[in-house]
């Protein structure tokens, strides 16, 4: 019988959101034998080679760090697992399919911390959906890892409330921290057995994809709500768009104002009790943040000052 006080666990995890579970596991005495992560990619303008944050954590702390290019067919990398021989692997915005034949080692398996209330919101983009979507509910749910993405059995969950003037990064931080404390009081619970796994509800499932830079060109003719969320949901990748002069312009924060704009063209560029708006289907939208193609990311205002064309123009 393997250990159930001091189980060995390797950690799979790529984005920052999954640095606060690792670092809880530390905190509470847990042994992490190693951390699996997808290897450094170029990142920025200069396409420097950057460590992922959960390896950045992992070495900050004296951690193997491991990162195999393909789980599916590198026999090497499946003979140093075997014999790291984990009890329990703990996986957290990793960003690849775990393979069968992992899950049948540890002891406990592999469970898996997700952003959303499965069976809603599966798949690679749980918070971008739940902003976007204008949701005032999401959570946290930990599950059973099975062959299937986010289908297997709910071990714990956790609800959060969504506030509005909320953006992704915010929200991700705050539900990576609710993740990482719901993984403590969960551990011992299912380690000893006192937690029986419950069955998704599949017919009630919704999936999400992979969200590209498409993605964020903005539809004036939509309402000001949609907008809003849709810019605080996708920024700051893939991020949000529009077109003015023939040129991409960045649209990075903003915010509603309610003040009626049915007579006019969507798209419009308005200053409005000091603002810049721009019209939609329904309310105005005040633009803040801002960064033209080739340009500096700046306020609005500053930019009317070096564009003084943009106002009365109409953004596509």
């Not at 930990?142 to 003037?165: A, F, N, P, T, W």
């Amino acid at each position: 019988m393997k250990n159930q006080d001091h189980p060995k666990i390797v950690f799979f995890g790529t984005s920052e959101f999954a640095v606060p579970a690792l670092k809880n596991l530390l905190n509470f005495g847990y042994k992490i034998e190693a951390v699996v992560t997808q290897p450094e990619k170029p990142a920025g303008r200069l396409r420097v080679t950057v460590p992922s944050p959960i390896k950045k954590a992992a070495l900050e702390n004296n951690i193997l760090a491991l990162e195999p290019h393909n789980l599916k067919n590198d026999e090497e990398f499946f003979k140093h697992f075997k014999h790291l021989n984990p009890d329990l692997c703990i996986v957290a915005s990793y960003g690849k399919i775990i393979p069968s034949r992992y899950l049948e080692i540890p002891t406990y398996g592999f469970i898996n911390i997700h952003p959303s209330l499965l069976p809603k919101y599966r798949g690679p983009s749980p918070i971008q959906m739940t902003i976007m979507n204008g949701d005032e509910e999401a959570g946290v749910t930990i599950i059973l890892i099975d062959e299937q993405v986010d289908h297997g059995k709910i071990v714990s969950s956790i609800k959060y409330k969504v506030l509005r003037d909320k953006n992704y990064k915010e929200t991700e931080e705050e539900l990576a921290k609710l993740g990482a404390e719901l993984l403590i009081e969960t551990l011992p619970k299912y380690i000893g057995g006192d937690i029986k796994p419950q069955e998704q509800d599949h017919a009630r499932a919704t999936f999400t994809k992979m969200l590209t830079r498409e993605n964020g060109r903005i539809d004036w003719n939509e309402p000001a709500e949609k907008i809003y969320n849709q810019i605080r949901a996708l920024n700051p990748e893939p991020g949000t768009w529009t077109i003015w002069n023939g040129k991409t312009l960045n649209i990075k924060t903003a915010q509603i104002v309610d003040n009626d704009c049915d007579d006019k063209t969507p798209g419009l560029v308005e200053k409005l009790n000091n603002n810049i708006a721009v019209a939609t289907k329904k309310c105005y939208l005040i633009l803040k943040q801002i960064q033209l193609e080739g340009g500096k990311e700046m306020d609005a205002k500053s930019f009317i000052n070096g564009h003084p064309d943009f106002l009365n123009s109409v953004l596509e």
